[in-house]
Each structure stands twice: as C-alpha cells, then as structure tokens.
C-alpha cells in the first residue's frame, strides 16, 4: 500500500569539528565513507526519504559546522528543527564535553512549535572502530542529563550502525510527533531539490540528495 500522508522534518546534524557528521551524512547518502577530514562550511543541507506507517518522511538534514566561528549563524541554522542528533568522537573527551554546549544552543534557538518544549534530542557516538576513551557510564548520564531520545554507538568509516542509528532516530522522532503538530507553513526547504540544483540559504554549501 503506497503512503497516504507526507511529513516534512528538520532534522539538525551538530557537533564539535571533525567528529565525523559529515562522513555519517555521506554514509546515509551512499556516498561512500570520507577517509580524509574536510570542514564544513557553515551548513550543508540533504534530503533523505522514509517510510513509516504509511507515511512518508520528508527529511532535511542540516550537517552544521562545529566550528566556534559559526556560533553566530546557530540561530539561522536551528531555526524550525523539529529533532538534533549530536555527534561526539568516541575517543575524543573534547567533544564529549562540547554535548552541554550544543544542548544549551540548541534548546535557545528551536522549540516544539505547538507545545513550546525542547525539540528532541538524539546522540550519536561516532568512532566505534576505535579504542573508546569516553566511559559508558559517562555516556550514560549524560543521556539521563538531557534526556536524549536515543543513544547509538557508530563508525562513519566503516558503516557500521549509522543506517540503522538514522532509521530508529526517525522511527523515534515520528513516534514523538505523532502528538504534536508540525506546521505545514514552515519555510519551504524543497524549493533547492525539485530542480535539482545546489540550493544556497546563507553561508550553505550544496543540496545533496539521498
């Protein structure tokens, strides 16, 4: 039975540089794996489908630089996100403790619109392939702290679990809105993919589609 119904989400990519947002995008994108470091400048934007309970999901991804020089650009960045997934380096205790930061700025610049809470909050663990310098016993309270929706451990470099991190996040983040509504009204983002040209809001680099 083909979708009945379509639901457009902004779904936020945001973590310290070089934790590997970008090669996760490129993983989900089957774009293959990025194995030399390439920053992000400002934002990129994809669009990724899905289909959940006859609905097919819309999915803007927003890959942000963690850069502090773009710090200023957050609120452009986050504006009408409905979920962030945080990305942290698994070996990297610099980028662990970033999370609060990026938690704090987030919950400043983007809110359930018809309930004003918090947006949801998923994290992701990237790295796995290597030795873990971050304890789980962190990891877990950190989780209980902000209250993330989900946590998943993964590795942009070899594949492993960031398709299957990315299909719960959104089972999760559908499951959320089920009760909430999502404003039809939002800036239209498909505007840059029904061409298929590179779509260019502010400092953004190209649209790429998946």
């Known amino acids: 039975m083909p979708p009945t119904r379509e639901l457009n989400l902004k ?9 590997g947002k970008t090669a996760y995008s490129l993983v989900l994108l089957k774009k293959g794996t990025q194995t030399a470091y390439k920053a992000t400048i400002g934002a990129d934007m994809s669009l990724i489908h899905r289909e959940i309970d006859n609905t097919t999901l ?8 963690g850069q502090d020089r773009f710090q200023n650009l957050y609120p452009v960045f986050f504006k009408q996100a409905n979920v962030a997934m945080i990305v942290f380096d698994l070996n990297s205790p610099k980028s662990f403790e970033r999370i609060d930061s990026f938690v704090e700025h987030i919950n400043n610049h983007a809110r359930v619109v018809s309930t004003g809470e918090d947006i949801p909050l998923v994290l992701i663990g990237n790295k ?6 971050i304890s789980d016993e962190d990891i877990n309270a950190i989780v209980e702290k902000h209250k993330f929706l989900a946590f998943f451990k993964t ?6 679990g960031v398709v299957e991190s ?4 959104a089972s999760r983040v559908f499951e959320f809105y ?31 589609k998946g």
């Open 11 to 19: 779904f936020l990519l945001v973590g310290d540089a070089m934790v």
């Open 58 to 65: 819309n999915i803007y991804l927003w890959d942000v630089a």
């Open 128 to 133: 796995c392939d290597l030795l873990q310098e």
């Open 155 to 160: 590795s942009a470099l070899t594949g492993d």
């Open 166 to 169: 990315f299909n719960q996040s």
């Open 178 to 208: 089920k009760d909430r509504e999502v404003p039809t009204n939002s800036i239209d983002l498909r505007a840059g993919a029904k061409n298929g040209s590179s779509g260019c809001f502010g400092f953004l680099g190209g649209l790429r």
